[in-house]
């Protein structure tokens, strides 16, 4: 395998990388899911991604080798690297960082200045994942998204501020720079619209709709006393009316911007005509190409564009004779190191993140083996959440949400409360203790496996698996709702439905679960603390039924 | 006040068979022409939104049944010339389950079904 | 009771909100006592004094019930009104103007 270790080799890797050749006359920029995260981070990809029934193998249900090989990715290089775990702490510690807002507004002021004219769009999940944006009650990320340019976005994680504050930021920040659009949120009284479904922006003589498409299960994975009087769903008709009527107006390019999550998206895509391509997120999904899906009134290509700025999509459309004729897509990854900071984004987040350096440069301990996230069961980030909560809480059994963001550290790192709070920081963060019993135990996993696992997309929610501390179980993905969770062992001892056991988590969404107990990162913080230097520890992984030779799993 | 006296037998009906029988609907067959209009997973179990559009000729009735409901009859709509065999309201859910749409045209009776999924949630990407 | 009425292109849509508990009867208060089963049962709604809607209602309905419909005619100005009665016998009828 050959890694550029000089600097020279770096530089020219970086001009091939961003030197991307202009086409057409219609560009749109499309960045997704950064979760706040205004500096550079590490961000290991999942060597598990199941995709189930029609969804088996197919984008994004591919990892490691057989993604390298599924977009014809050059392995050992950059790009191998930025799509897929393969080589992680190696490769990183080569490669160096990637996203970091200073960084991304370098790339993007290079890509608008060789496409006049260029959208930056936004696919929401942007409010939400650091400490300095839930201490600033989102208003660190408003601000970095006015000053990078962000043109147009859609909603997911931001409707965690409520619905008063995310209105707050629509009307008084955003008046006049950033359109919020989501054709799917209406009121729950009577169905009226609460944001604008699409806007129409002239694009170098050619008008262009851009349709949005807000997370469509936040009141059901997101508290929903956070937007009581706001409904969301699919909402496949309003999206073909919303289309129709952007058509009518005009619209020469019709583009969906979606928090759907992309086996969502490829359905949609199906079934919905007139969309010319959804640049989608939600799922995290570094998606390389397109996937063009054919419908009745033509083809819709779909993207996804990954998560926690690391990449930023290019579309560039050639439009003639009233519709889109050609295309170029390039995903970019944005690699700290290749792209000098832009100065003023650089200046505005040192200020932005003064107040709270000490708070968030406090070392917690050191981790022995390389902690991250993202793939459909525990990564070790999650296995350290649920060993600390069973040591705090005295409990027999930790569950810890799958969320998909959450950044990595290398072996070696301090862990400082700034990447703790990178894996924790929501604005309903208490911890719970409850007696469960084994029954409940499995309905909620069983739940949850549906909703990551149901063969219709329709019915996924697109979050991970829950993790899963103290607990053994066997997975069958193929097997119906109620059938997929199975084994569920205890030190050694099978889980009887009837008895009760000691259940720690956190992120409730239920309202009366409000201040149910102390933020998880206090909880977790002592815990590291005390411990100092953690230890590479084993992953407490299900053993699956059925997945042998699917292409989205690699051990 | 309404025309037809409310149909306590179908409303008190605890299975799917019992209340269609005492709606007179029999077993009614399935048809492309009725269309469910809900929801893929309940954000509110107890606030369901569930609309059916019939496109049958001469629709007199719609009904909406909840198959996993102690009481599966939610609502029976009479629908008299001149009005759209197009109706929404919201039902009660407790668990994951069929709802099914009973419409009866030109006097005989066919129904579609959708599932709609109550989940605990939580979760996130 | 929130009522909106709209014609447009030779078609009126109502949508309604009734303010009602539609208590089904198998919940249980505090103390374990059953709370009494108390819904609307049946609903007419009127374009004029002709009937455009009747509708049966059992306790799976949700609380606060929402209904919407749609039907031929209704000109700017015409009244529509939507009574409902309940199992206890209680009734009520509001009414608007079509827009
Ligand atoms: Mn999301
Ligand atoms: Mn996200």
Redesign the pocket.
């Known amino acids: 395998m050959t890694l550029h270790s000089d600097i020279a080799r770096a530089e020219a890797a970086a001009e091939k990388l961003y030197e991307l050749p202009k086409f057409g006359n219609v560009s749109l920029l499309h960045m997704t899911?950064c979760h706040a995260q205004l500096m550079p981070i590490y961000f290991r990809e999942p060597n598990v991604n199941l995709g189930v029934g029609d969804m088996l193998g197919k984008p994004p249900h591919v990892v490691g080798e057989g993604f390298l090989k599924a977009f014809g990715v050059k392995p050992g290089g950059a790009e191998a690297h930025a799509f897929t775990y393969l080589n992680f702490v190696e490769a990183a510690r080569n490669y160096g960082k990637v996203g970091g807002f200073a960084h991304l507004s370098t790339l993007v002021k290079k890509m608008k200045a060789s496409r006049p004219g260029a959208l930056l769009l936004d696919g929401?999940?942007t409010w939400q994942g650091s400490g300095t944006a839930l201490w600033t009650n989102a208003q660190d990320m408003v601000d970095a998204c006015k000053l990078l340019g962000v043109d147009v976005m859609t909603l997911?994680?931001e409707s965690t501020y409520g619905a008063d504050r995310v209105k707050e930021i629509e009307e008084k920040d955003f008046a006049g720079k950033i359109d919020i659009v989501a054709q799917n949120v209406r009121t729950t009284d009577f169905e009226d619209p609460v944001f604008k479904p699409y806007v129409i922006k002239n694009i170098n003589g050619i008008p262009v709709a851009i349709v949005g498409q807000a997370?469509p299960y936040t009141p059901i994975a997101n508290p929903r006393w956070m937007t009581p009087n706001w409904s969301f769903g699919i909402q496949e008709q309003g999206m073909q009316e919303a289309v129709d009527a952007a058509r009518a107006e005009g619209a020469q390019v019709v583009v969906v911007l979606s928090?759907n999550?992309m086996d969502v998206d490829l359905k949609l895509a199906g079934r919905v005509t007139g969309i010319d391509a959804i640049f989608g997120?939600?799922t995290h999904d570094g998606m390389p190409a397109p996937t063009v899906v054919t419908n009745p009134g033509g083809k819709t290509l779909v993207t996804n564009a990954g998560s926690n700025g690391k990449f930023l999509g290019v579309m560039d459309f050639d439009v003639r004779g009233g519709k889109v004729v050609d295309f170029r897509y390039k995903l970019l990854p944005v690699f700290a190191n290749m792209l000098p900071a832009d100065k003023e984004m650089a200046d505005f987040i040192d200020k932005v993140r003064a107040p709270f350096i000490e708070k968030l440069s406090e070392k917690l301990a050191v981790t022995e083996g390389m902690l991250y996230r993202r793939g459909n069961f525990n990564g070790s980030w999650d296995q350290l959440l649920v060993d600390a909560l069973i040591a705090e809480k005295d409990a027999e059994i930790a569950f810890s949400p799958g969320f998909?963001w959450g950044t990595s550290l290398l072996p070696g790192d301090t862990i400082t409360m700034e990447h703790l709070l990178d894996q924790t920081a929501i604005t309903y963060p208490w911890t719970t203790v409850t007696d469960m019993s084994g029954e409940m135990i499995k309905t909620v996993l069983e739940d949850v496996a549906d909703n990551l696992f149901n063969p219709d997309p329709y019915y996924q929610q697109?979050g991970d698996m829950v993790r899963v501390g103290g607990l053994q179980y066997s997975c069958d993905p193929n097997a119906g709702m109620g059938k997929r969770i199975d084994n569920m062992m205890l030190k050694g001892k099978r889980i009887e439905p009837g008895k009760t056991y000691k259940v720690a988590g956190w992120a409730p969404v239920s309202e009366a679960a409000k201040d149910s107990g102390p933020a998880v990162w206090d909880v977790v913080a002592n815990y590291l603390r005390a411990q100092k230097v953690i230890s590479q520890r084993p992953l407490n992984l299900p053993s699956l039924k059925g997945m042998d030779g699917n292409p989205g799993v690699a051990v | 006040l309404a025309e037809a006296a409310w149909n306590k037998s179908a409303f008190d009906a605890k299975t799917l068979d019992t209340a269609m029988s005492a709606m007179g609907a029999g077993k009614p067959v399935e048809s492309a022409d009725v269309q469910i209009t809900a929801p893929d997973i309940a954000e509110n179990g107890a606030v369901v939104p569930v609309g059916v559009v019939s496109n049958l000729p001469n629709t007199e009735q719609i009904s909406i049944m909840i198959e996993k409901n102690p009481n599966m009859l939610a609502a029976t709509f009479d629908i008299p010339a001149g009005t759209l065999p197009d109706v929404q309201t919201r039902v009660k859910m407790g668990q994951t389950s069929d709802v099914y749409a009973v419409v009866k045209a030109d006097g005989k009776y066919y129904m579609a079904k959708k599932e709609i999924k109550v989940t605990l949630g939580g979760c996130?990407? | 009771m929130r009522i909106r009425a709209a014609a447009k292109e030779g078609v009126t849509e109502v949508r309604v909100l009734m303010s009602h508990v539609m208590e089904t009867g198998q919940r249980k208060d505090s103390s374990g006592a059953v709370i009494p089963a108390h819904f609307i049962t049946e609903l007419t709604a009127k374009h004029n004094d002709k009937v455009v809607l009747s509708a049966q209602f059992g306790a799976s309905v949700s609380t606060n019930p929402y209904l919407a419909f749609k039907f031929n005619g209704g000109a700017k100005g015409d009244k529509v009104a939507v009574s409902w009665v309940d199992n206890k016998g209680d009734s009520r009828t509001d009414e608007v103007q079509i827009s």
């Open positions: 899911d929401g999940d997911h994680w997370f928090h999550g997120g939600h998909r697109g | 996130g990407g």
